[in-house]
């Protein structure tokens, strides 16, 4: 499939494309794993069905690719560059006349495929399906997705009913031990239990659904001082739904925004304040945050390459540490630029060009100065500290080998 690249190309494209991938499924599965939980939670507390809680991490996944494919790339290159390094590959390619710039190519069109991507989803997809999982939470909250009685509690149905139900099986299909106190148009209270029932769909009003009781009893309150009981076989009672508000319209959170709308409401005479500074601040955060990706190739060779004859992975924990911190420095600026407190180019730009001038440095001093190290100072103490905790941990192995063989 890549046979129409050098052999050098194709070489750096397979060490950077399986830890990106690697490291872009692991982030992604821990989110979606962490976000599971809660939904999980959520949806039994709420009494929905399951199939719900896939639906509402399908509407996230946008979200979390947005997340994860910088880190993913920063990550894959980093590795990639490392392996080079430590297998003193990347000197042999250096001695040949073999540059950076050079060794970078593959990795910098990666990096511009996964760009577009990128704006794909934070200005098109992920707005849209941020929406749709609120609305999927709203939906779950009011009960329109079938959320089921909440078994050994009373619940309250059109202000006309009160219902118990003991035991539910076969996912709410079945119930068991079933008691309702009813109130008719007369004013009449009606109690009933039954031994089983289930809940039927009808095809005239889908505003009411029928509960349909087995062997069961009425006791029906006629305001004398003898009530009046009634058994049954099987009964039916139709129980009205509550009436469930239509969800709002996309756009109350400026995130929900596509590119479009971004541009047209940041910009337009007719719009708050307001309005305004909140979608130039969400703008130009997605937008930072995409253009930010452009440098992480240079991140990862400055922080992937440990220094001679030593094997350090400093770097790798260091990138992750400095893209996160960049990351909620990116969200801090947002939030202050949304409410007015800050110009957005301030907000968001001033910490770019900051970080970006870093990034530049850093690797110019791995590129163009012999023997230049961007994390020298950090490796060295890095270094001595690993060393003292070594000399520690093999003291005290030490004293409880020599305590072992005394007893």
């Known amino acids: 499939m890549l046979n129409f690249l050098p052999a050098i190309d194709r070489y750096i494209f397979r060490l950077v494309i399986v830890p990106m991938l690697g490291v872009f499924a692991l982030a992604a599965s821990l989110l979606v794993l962490d976000k599971m939980l809660r939904l999980l939670d959520f949806v039994a507390v709420e009494g929905g069905p399951i199939g719900v809680v896939f639906q509402m991490l399908a509407t996230l996944l946008p979200e979390y690719a947005s997340l994860a494919i910088p880190l993913g790339l920063l990550l894959g290159i980093l590795l990639a560059f490392r392996k080079l390094a430590t297998t003193s590959e990347l000197d042999v390619f250096r001695a040949v006349g073999l540059s950076y710039g050079r060794l970078l190519r593959v990795p910098f069109a990666i990096t511009a495929v996964l760009m577009a991507v990128n704006v794909a989803l934070v200005f098109f997809i992920q707005p849209v399906s941020r929406f749709t999982y609120e609305r999927l939470e709203y939906e779950l909250r009011s009960g329109a997705l079938g959320a089921s009685i909440k078994v050994g509690e009373f619940t309250t149905l059109a202000d006309r009913m009160a219902l118990r139900i003991e035991e539910s099986e076969d996912d709410g299909r079945q119930l068991k031990g079933i ?5 008719n148009d007369k004013g009449q209270v009606l109690s009933i239990s039954a031994k089983e029932g289930a809940f039927l769909a009808t095809t005239d009003d889908p505003d009411t659904i029928i509960l349909r009781l087995t062997e069961g009893t009425i006791v029906q309150d006629t305001g004398s001082q003898t009530p009046r009981v009634l058994t049954f076989t099987r009964h039916d009672l139709p129980i009205d739904l509550p009436a469930i508000e239509e969800f709002r319209a996309r756009g109350e959170d400026e995130r929900e925004y596509i590119l479009p709308e971004l ?3 940041g910009w337009a005479d007719n719009q708050s304040e307001t309005k305004r500074d909140a979608s130039q601040a969400s703008f130009n955060f997605r937008l930072v945050e995409v253009v930010m990706m452009a440098l992480m190739p240079l991140l990862a060779v400055a922080l992937g390459i440990p220094p001679k004859r030593s094997t350090s992975a400093l770097g790798v924990f260091l990138s992750i540490i400095m893209v996160v911190a960049y990351h909620k420095v990116n969200q801090y600026g947002e939030d202050l630029a949304a409410i007015g407190m800050f110009d957005p180019i301030l907000a968001l730009w001033v910490p770019f060009v900051l970080f970006a001038a870093l990034i530049i440095w850093m690797y110019y001093r791995v590129a163009f100065v012999p ?13 001595k500290v690993s060393k003292r905790f070594g000399k520690l941990f093999r003291r005290k192995r030490r004293v409880v080998l020599d305590e072992e063989a005394e007893a």
């Not at 008691?179 to 109130?183: E, G, K, L, M």
């Open 263 to 265: 541009l047209r409401i």
């Open 371 to 383: 023997g230049g190290q961007a994390i020298g100072a950090l490796e060295s103490w890095f270094a």
């Open 179 to 183: 008691f309702a106190r009813v109130a």
